[in-house]
């Protein structure tokens, strides 16, 4: 059974930075791809980023990139967000996901057929 665990998450100051972290296990990381989401209170699921099997390749949603960095190590089985000059509308519940299939690809990354973490709660204050 696939297992993701986030952790990072906290009360920052609008500008700031907050770096958070997802440990997979019960799949062979190497071969998935992995992603962020977040939920706002009272908004839906979104996409905020997502990172190829292998590390090579990065994906943004508009509203983070140049804000935000999704890395992976997979000697680590982990997936990092940095998350850089933060606002208060970045505030929501990040959760960490990845397919049920391996290798698979795409410039998006949806909501479906996902295994996903407990989420990791982000609070950036004015």
């Known amino acids: 059974q696939v297992q993701l665990v986030e952790s990072g998450g906290g009360l920052v100051q609008a500008g700031g930075s907050l770096r958070l972290s997802c440990a997979a296990s019960g799949h062979t990381f190497s071969e998935y791809r992995m992603g962020w989401f977040r939920q706002a209170p009272g908004k839906e699921r979104e996409y905020v980023a997502h990172?190829?099997?292998?590390?090579?390749?990065?994906y943004y949603a508009a509203s983070v990139k140049g804000r935000f960095s999704i890395s992976r190590d997979n000697a680590k089985n982990t997936v990092y967000l940095q998350m850089n000059r933060l606002k208060p509308e970045d505030t929501a519940v990040y959760y960490c996901?990845?397919?049920?299939?391996?290798?698979?690809?795409?410039?998006?990354?949806?909501?479906?057929?996902?295994?996903w973490g407990q989420g990791t709660q982000v609070t950036v204050s004015s």
């Open positions: 990172i190829d099997w292998s590390g090579a390749r990065e």
């Open positions: 996901a990845t397919d049920r299939r391996p290798f698979v690809g795409g410039l998006t990354m949806g909501l479906l057929e996902k295994y």
